[in-house]
């Protein structure tokens, strides 16, 4: 029996979040499926393009907020 893959699956496979068991089938699927490894692919550079896209605060805009934070009361 051949077992369908969503996109749902192949970001948890990207993320390591998918099951063992579910994870070794899909890796069988990606083999022999190419419309399911170019979507793999595609998640693959999405993912990377997003991780890419993440950024830090500089250290003045950190000092910044947390020297505001100070200043406010969140206590009525």
């Known amino acids: 029996m051949t077992k369908t893959f969503t ?21 069988e699927a990606l083999m022999v499926d190419q419309e399911l490894a170019e979507a793999c692919a595609d998640l693959l550079l999405t993912q990377l393009s997003l991780e890419e896209a993440l950024t830090q605060p500089s250290e003045r805009v950190t000092d910044a907020i947390i020297s505001y934070s100070k200043t406010v009361s969140f206590h009525p």
């Open 7 to 27: 996109h749902h699956d192949l970001v948890q496979y990207l993320y390591n979040e998918l099951p063992k068991k579910q994870r070794l089938a899909l890796e």
